[in-house]
C-alpha cells in the first residue's frame, strides 16, 4: 500500500439505495468456499510477485475467475486480469484487487511464509513479501467473484472483476486504463475496492472525501568527485552531501509547514560507495512525500528541491543533482454518496458495530485512476487484519504504533479469520448494492 485518492467526477447520478438484505443470500455459499479461498490466500502469501512481475499470481486468478463463469482477458496493462461477467440490463460495477508485493524480507514467523527473491527494476535480487495484503485484496476478489457467479437470480448487470498489477509503484492502473480497459470492456457505473490495514479484523473503516494522501516519490543523485578515503582534501564527497540533505529534510514539514496542514517526508533510502577507503563519485537516496492539498504540495516539492540543490552547492558539487520521479499517485477521493450508500450496505451484512469512520490516511492507492478515468464514483474503504484481542491489549496499553505491526513492515500480516470472510462479505455486498436487482 503506497495506502492516492484522485479527483472523480459523477457518471449519472447516483441511484437510490437497493434492500439492504440483498446480499445475504448471495453468500450463503461463503462457509463452504471458504477452504478453498484459505488455501488460495496461503499460496498467494507464499509466492509473492514484484510490481509488473506477477505473471504466477495472474495465472492463478484467471483459472478460478474463468472456472467461475466468467469471460477472463490476462495481460491487459502488463500482466492484469479482467473477468466479466454479464446478467442482463442493468449497472457496471467495477471490483478491483491489486496483485503485486514488496521487496521485503518476511519476518512473521508464519507456516506460509515468503522465501521468494526476485531481480528488482534495478537489477539487484531482493527478497519478496506481501508487506500490503495485496495478497487478502485478491483471495477477497476471488472470493466475490465466485459467490456473484453462483446468484445470478439475484442482481443484474455486469460485473468488472479487475485484478492490478503494479500499485506499488503507481503505474498498474493507468496501465490498465491506457490499454483500453474501458473501451475493451465496459464503463462502469461505481468503482469498489478495500484495503487491508492494522485495525481489528473483523471490522470496516470508511471515510468520505479525501481519504488517502497524495505521493510523490523522487530519485535524487549527488554528483561528486572521488578519491581515496585518507585524501578528502582532493574530492568532493557525494556522500556527506547525501548526508547533509537527509538531515535537512527532516525540517521541511517541522519547519515550513503548518501544523494544520498534512504532510510527510521520508527518505527510504540512500546508496552510496563500495569500500571503506574510497570516496564514491556519485550517491543517492530516494524519498518519499505525502500531501493532500495542491498548496502544500508545491510548497513541499519547492522546498525539497531547495534544499538538494542548496546542500550540493554548498559541498562545491561542480554539477547539479539529478532529480528524477520514480512515481506519483494523486489524492484518492471518495465520492461522499456514493461511500454512504455503499457502507449502509456494508453495514446491514456485518453489522453497524462493527462499521465506523477513520481518520484521513497519510497512504496513497492508485485506485482513484480508474475513477477519474471513467468519470464515475467510487469508494473504497479497509479491512481490519489485526487479531481483535491483541489490538485491544495495544490500544489498552496505549502501544498501538509500537506492538501492531503495520503495511510494509516485515511482520505485517493479516489474520486469515475474520479478515477474508470480512472482506468478502463487504465486498459482495457493495457490489450487489450496485448491481440492478
Not at 492463478?60 to 466479466?84: I, M
Amino acid at each position: 500500500m503506497t495506502l492516492g485518492w484522485g479527483s472523480v467526477g459523477h457518471r449519472g447520478e447516483v441511484p437510490e439505495t437497493s434492500s439492504p438484505v440483498a446480499a445475504r443470500p448471495v453468500l450463503d455459499p461463503l462457509a463452504q468456499l471458504t477452504p478453498e479461498l484459505v488455501a488460495l490466500y496461503k499460496d498467494l502469501h507464499q509466492h509473492p510477485e514484484l510490481s509488473h512481475q506477477e505473471e504466477r499470481t495472474a495465472a492463478k486468478v484467471a483459472e478460478r475467475v474463468e472456472a467461475a463463469g466468467y469471460d477472463v482477458t490476462t495481460g491487459v496493462g502488463g500482466t492484469g486480469v479482467v473477468g466479466v461477467l454479464h446478467n442482463g440490463d442493468g449497472p457496471t460495477v467495477l471490483l478491483r484487487a491489486d496483485m503485486d508485493a514488496l521487496p521485503v524480507e518476511e519476518q512473521t514467523g508464519l507456516p506460509y511464509a515468503s522465501t521468494a527473491t526476485a531481480t528488482d527494476a534495478d537489477g539487484k535480487t531482493v527478497p519478496v513479501m506481501h508487506a500490503c495484503g495485496h495478497d487478502m485484496h485478491v483471495t477477497c476478489l476471488v472470493g466475490t467473484a465466485d459467490l456473484l457467479a453462483r446468484a445470478k437470480g439475484s442482481w443484474q448487470g455486469t460485473v468488472l472483476a479487475v485484478f492490478q498489477p503494479a500499485e506499488e509503484v503507481g503505474g498498474g492502473a493507468r496501465a490498465m486504463v491506457d490499454d483500453g480497459l474501458f473501451d475493451r470492456f465496459g464503463h462502469p457505473d461505481v468503482v469498489l475496492g478495500q484495503h487491508v490495514a492494522p485495525l481489528p479484523a473483523g471490522t470496516v473503516g470508511y471515510r468520505a472525501g479525501p481519504a488517502f494522501a497524495a505521493t510523490d516519490a523522487l530519485k535524487v543523485t549527488f554528483f561528486g568527485r572521488g578519491g581515496h578515503g585518507s585524501r578528502p582534501e582532493v574530492t568532493i564527497d557525494p556522500v556527506v552531501m547525501a548526508a547533509t540533505t537527509v538531515v535537512r529534510l527532516q525540517t521541511v514539514v517541522s519547519r515550513e509547514i503548518a501544523g494544520s496542514d498534512i504532510a510527510v517526508v521520508t527518505v527510504g533510502a540512500i546508496n552510496a560507495g563500495t569500500k571503506d577507503n574510497v570516496i564514491p563519485d556519485t550517491a543517492e537516496i530516494k524519498l518519499n512525500i505525502r500531501t493532500y492539498t495542491p498548496d502544500v504540495r508545491h510548497r513541499v516539492l519547492a522546498a525539497v528541491q531547495r534544499i538538494i540543490k542548496g546542500e550540493a552547492a554548498a559541498s562545491g558539487a561542480e554539477k547539479d543533482p539529478d532529480i528524477a520521479v520514480i512515481d506519483t499517485f494523486p489524492v484518492l477521493d471518495n465520492d461522499a454518496r456514493a461511500t454512504a450508500r455503499t457502507t449502509a450496505a456494508i453495514g446491514a451484512v456485518i453489522g453497524k458495530g462493527r462499521l465506523y469512520e477513520v481518520p484521513a490516511a497519510t497512504g496513497s492507492e492508485d485506485v482513484g485512476d480508474f475513477a477519474t478515468a471513467a468519470k464515475a464514483p467510487i469508494c473504497y474503504w479497509l479491512i481490519g487484519g489485526i487479531d481483535p484481542v491483541r489490538y485491544a491489549k495495544a490500544r489498552q496499553a496505549g502501544r498501538i504504533n509500537l506492538d501492531i505491526p503495520s503495511n510494509h513492515q516485515a511482520t505485517f500480516a493479516p489474520v486469515v479469520e475474520p479478515t477474508l470472510r470480512t472482506g468478502v462479505e463487504a465486498l459482495t455486498a457493495a457490489a450487489i448494492e450496485w448491481l440492478g436487482a
